[in-house]
Every structure is written in C-alpha cells, then in structure tokens.
C-alpha cells in the first residue's frame, strides 16, 4: 500500500530541514564541534527518557503498594504529559539538529502543555470540545429525570 503524499513530503523536508541544519553547525562549529554536539545532545535524551522511565517505574509500584481503595488512576493529561516528554528525549537520541531543537522544546513542560491541548486525539478517540456557552457538566436530582421507553409516546411532565 503506497504511502500518502503528505507523509512523504514531511519526511522529504524532515531530511533536507536536517541536512541545513547540519551543514550550518558545521560551518559554526566544524566537524568536531558538531559531532560533539550530536553525541551530547544524544546522551541527554538518553538520560532524560532513563529518567522518565525510573519515575513510572517508581509511580507503578507506588500505585501498586497501595490498597485499592486509596488507589488513584492516572490521569489523561498525565498519560499525555508522559508520552510528550518521552517522544521529546527521542527526538533528542536521534541525530540531527531539527530533532535535538523539538526534543528540547518537547522537554519544557509549557511547550508539552500547549501541545496537549491542540492533540485531537485523547484515549481512543477524537476530542469532542464542548459547545460555546454549554455546560460541561449537567447535574440532575433524581425527581429532575425519568427513564423513557421506546414503547410509546411518554405523557409531558410538568416541572414545579
């Protein structure tokens, strides 16, 4: 199955932007300066996905020692949170300049945050934003609220 035009075309530019971006360091720094550059920039996203991984680790078994009752889930913001961070530190392990800058912008919390919040994709499905002026949430009492039947017509009830 061939692949869409646009992920060819974004992985074409990817590796030109890359290769520009390359050859300016090595004109700033010369060749050994930007290799250097390239392997500290690699040992940073090492040591920053290292330590995402040791703090879920942590959490997990935080989470499991805990009885079930006193128990919290993660939240969607968390998770998301998480998967930003770690997709940044591997963008820094890849080599490139393009990669290192997303993957630093990725490892500042208010760059992650305003990522989230343009992801239309959150836990399986396509975010619904809520209309303009709309309650998010509704909260009836139980006399606020009846059961309807698909067997018929249901008789108007008044609301005092």
């Known amino acids: ?5 646009w992920v060819l075309l974004s992985f074409v530019l990817w590796v030109v ?16 300066g930007a290799i250097l550059l390239t392997i500290l ?23 499991l020692a805990m009885k079930a009752e006193q128990r919290t889930s993660l939240s ?3 998770i998301i949170d998480g998967a930003l961070s770690t997709i940044g530190s591997i963008l820094l392990i890849l080599p490139g ?35 303009r002026g709309a309650p998010e949430l509704v909260d009836l009492s139980p006399q606020d609220w009846s059961r309807r039947d698909e067997r018929g017509p ?7």
């Open 1 to 5: 199955m061939p692949l869409p035009a």
């Open 97 to 131: 300049f393009v990669s290192d800058f997303a993957g630093l912008a990725l490892a500042a919390p208010s760059i992650r945050g305003w990522v989230a919040a343009r992801l239309p994709l959150i836990a399986g499905g396509a975010a619904q934003k809520p209309r």
């Open 154 to 160: 249901r008789e108007p009830r008044m609301i005092p």
């Open 76 to 78: 969607r913001e968390t």
């Open 41 to 63: 920039t690699s040992l940073a996203g090492l040591a920053m996905l290292r330590r995402l991984s040791l703090a879920g680790a942590w959490r997990l078994r935080r989470s």
């Open 17 to 32: 932007s890359e290769a520009v971006a390359y050859a300016l360091i090595l004109r700033l720094l010369g060749f050994a």
